[in-house]
């Protein structure tokens, strides 16, 4: 097979570059190792920064978003019994951010693909990468019996944090900068109206809970847990009691609990791989940087990725311009490791650490008291939220 752009990874990230590159009339394969219902099916991200939005509409995606996601101008912290609001309208210069789910926006790219005759090449097995330092890369894969070799100019390893693309690196030439958090979330997904119209991150001494949505019948909650914990050590009355005993009494008063929809438990990491670009390959999105999800920034770093390496495809097939292609890792990094930052300090300041010393529990208290005492924190806050320019 050939192609101008081979993407590796048919999630958020591959999906919405080819669906931009299609509309500019540059050619593009996607590879996806799972099956459409099993990436449709995995239940991830709710908040999308106006800069997600903004490229969802250009990708001609954007109208069932538009129509059924919702616009929250802010949230709140819980911290014990007590609450407060971060304005985001407020402290954003009138910004705020978009409520509507990952696996929503997935089945819309999908959608927009079957509409453009676009491939995408379900179970793809074996995917491995050639000749990326070629002029003629490759990307072969087993679908059954068959191998098959899809010649290209440009790869795209759109394939999350174990997929194939960073790892056909070089040792040599990548670094790795990793944290590990010492807990994971438990989600739950649940047939039930959400507890409260806008978000609640809060901080309790029994550890982390947030609570989230994905419409007015449909509610997402999350709470800290240790890593040796097991989803089947926690049925769905375990969690409900567990999630109310962190939420401020009269938050957990109105809850209102059904049975869980989906349950699944995710370990928070921090990481990113360095440089983005190796050859004629390009990493994006979660294949090269993840971040704990306590910022909600994962979606919306990758799709900084995304715009970038757009705009820099086209200057180069349209105007033979690879100014973009060649400042593509930097420019990426730049803006990947202020997420990185953001995350890890709302990670930082939301939850209950096993080692956690009575001074690191005081310095947590002052700086939620310094937050909501401070208009410049709450703005810098704000800021970082919904997003920092690309
Ligand atoms: P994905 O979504 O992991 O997609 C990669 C795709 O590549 C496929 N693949 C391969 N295909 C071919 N060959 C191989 N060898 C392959 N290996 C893998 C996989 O099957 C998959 O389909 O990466 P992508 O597209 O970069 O998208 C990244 C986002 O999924 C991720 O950043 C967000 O979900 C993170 N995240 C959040 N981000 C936000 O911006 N806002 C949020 O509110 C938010 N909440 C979250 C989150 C992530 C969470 N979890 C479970 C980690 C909440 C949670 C709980
Ligand atoms: C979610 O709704 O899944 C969600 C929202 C905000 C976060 C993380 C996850 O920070």
Redesign the pocket.
Known sequence: MKTQVCIVGGGPSGLMLAQLLHLKGIDTIVLERQSREYVLGR?????LEHGFAALMREAQCGERMDREGQIHDGFFVADGATMHRVDLHKYSGGSSVM?Y??TELTRDLYEARDRMKGQVIHNAEDVTLHDLTSNHPSVTFRAGDEIIRVECDYVIGADGFHGVSRKSIPKTVLREYEKLYPFG?L?VLSRTPPVSPE?I?ARHERGFA?C???SNVLS?Y?IQVPLTDAVEDWNDDAFWTELKRRLPDEVAARMVTGPSIEKSIAPLRSFVAEPMRYGNLFLAGDSAHIVP?????GLNTAASDIQYLYHAMVAHYQRGDDSGLEGYSAKALARVWKAQRFSWW?TTLLHRFPDQSDYDRRLQDSELAYLFSSEAAQRSLAENYVGLPY
């Open positions: 239940i991830r991200a709710g908040v409520v789910g990952q979330w989600g978000l991150y947030l989230s949505l994905r997402r999350y999800p306590t910022g909600a920034r709302l």
